[in-house]
């Protein structure tokens, strides 16, 4: 036992600094040194599982959920990701994969849903942010990982999986049957709500979201015969997506300015990103539409609309999750999905676990009562244990969508419209 122990402190040791015991960070001067005591009881336990455990465990095994316990001490955003894992995740970024079409995240062993995509399976089965899934084909999600969760939810197209669902506003769990789809996610759609004043939904920030709002603008503009008179830009119940996305879709409205910045330990956590010159909507008034369903990058472009004064944000208190993961790939094909940064507004706010506060508050939507079931419902990222803290504290209109109907059954256009329609009459009074 103890010949196998120092075999695997020394494995350990050349693994993990390559000659020694010490471990300098890249770019910086400072030397990490490593708990050899600890890496040493590290050691005699995987000896210990490997010669007196029950049954036979594989080396990889035993050291994959080593990783996945030493994640699992971290943010909730820090994770392992395998091969497969990682594969998908490419693909989610590029706006198609199969599954159910959920945003979730993992909270005291259960899966949350953060919010159903827009025209989704689960969209279409009513599952709702907040809802609890607690069992997958009767397989109960206790103890699971979220990544093992997920990969049961992914599936051939066609094939059907069973979702226990826990929601507050329902006595006992129900079951709901969803067929996986190939999930084609049109993250940008748009219409005219009333002559020259528009809105548009974007439901996922990914690589090409700001070219397909630009080309939808493009579109509206024209069917308004001459420029928008104004602009609800809907990001309610968008999770987010990539970084690079919220940035252009920022870029879109600004002219100039500090559009985020991120901050972390290492010299290359710091960046900052900044806007071109010009403005699509071309000064035109903006709306912005956001609820607790709206997470990071929708953040990221509500703070920055909201700090340049460039838009009226109305809603209620975004999702909160302020916070950067950096994908590190792996020698094995996996990948480490790493927390390195917070990322600042304009005005340097972090909102980490606090949010971004709408200038006007609106909790109603579609009726206030299920609205404000929902929205006890949701979860946001200060709900989400081991959260970090606030250190400072394709376009067009949907087949068969009459142009007025949006109005009619969202209560929460209605107001931004017309408030939108206000901020327009008193921009031509003053000009």
């Known amino acids: 036992m103890k010949t196998l122990s120092r075999t695997l402190i020394g494995v350990i040791l050349w693994l993990v600094t390559g000659v020694g015991h010490t471990v300098y960070a890249e770019g910086t001067a400072d030397a990490v040194v490593l708990p050899v005591e600890d890496l040493k009881a590290f050691a ?8 007196d455990y029950v049954e036979d465990i594989s080396d990889s095994q035993l050291l994959n959920d080593a990783i996945k316990g030493m994640l699992g001490g971290l943010d909730p ?18 706006g198609e994969f199969g599954g159910l079409g959920l945003e979730v995240t993992l909270e005291d062993g259960v899966i949350r849903v953060v919010a159903p995509i827009d025209g ?13 899934i607690i069992s997958l084909d009767g397989i109960k999600v206790e103890g699971q990982s979220l990544d093992e969760a997920v990969s049961l939810m992914r599936g051939e197209p066609g094939s059907e999986i069973i979702l226990t669902i826990v929601r507050e506003d329902r006595p006992q769990p129900f079951d709901v049957t969803l067929e996986r789809a190939i999930i084609h996610i049109e993250s940008v759609r748009g219409q005219l709500l009333d002559p020259g004043f528009g809105y548009v939904r974007v439901s996922q920030f990914q690589t090409d979201t700001a070219g397909s709002l630009r080309r939808e603008l493009v579109r509206l503009t024209g069917e308004a015969d001459g420029a928008l008179k104004g602009l609800i830009l809907d990001l309610r119940d968008n999770p987010g997506g990539v970084l690079d996305g919220a940035v252009e879709v920022s870029d879109t409205f600004l002219r100039k300015g500090l559009i985020v910045s991120t901050r972390g330990r290492s010299a290359d956590s710091k960046v ?20 607790s369903g709206s997470a990071s990058a929708s953040e990221i472009v509500a703070g920055a609309l909201q700090d340049h004064g460039r838009a009226l944000i109305l809603g209620s208190r975004t999702f909160g999750k302020g916070s950067v993961q950096t994908i590190l ?8 999905k790493i927390t390195t940064a917070r990322y600042y507004t304009p005005n340097d706010r972090s909102i980490q676990a606090t949010g971004i506060t709408p200038d006007v ?23 989400l244990s081991g959260h970090l803290e ?6 067009g209109k949907a087949a068969g969508v009459e142009e007025d109907s949006l109005k009619a059954r969202d209560t929460q256009v209605r ?5 939108l329609m206000g901020m327009a009459i008193a921009a031509q009074s003053s000009s």
């Open 77 to 94: 955003h820090t994770v392992y990701l395998d091969p497969e894992s990682y594969r998908e995740m490419n693909i989610d970024t590029h």
């Open 329 to 336: 790939p792996m020698h094995n094909g996996a990948a480490l």
């Open 415 to 419: 107001e931004a419209l017309n408030i």
């Open 272 to 291: 900052t990103f900044n806007a071109t010159p010009k403005d699509y909507l071309s000064g035109a008034p903006l709306v912005v539409l956001v609820n």
């Open 120 to 132: 989704t399976p689960a969209d279409k089965a009513g599952l709702k942010a907040g809802d609890l």
């Open 44 to 51: 005699e336990i995987f000896g210990k599982i490997k010669s």
């Open 361 to 383: 508050i609106s909790s109603v939507r579609n009726g206030g009562a299920e609205q404000s079931r929902e929205s006890r419902n949701r979860l946001r990222e200060s709900d």
């Open 390 to 395: 606030n250190e400072s504290e394709g376009g």
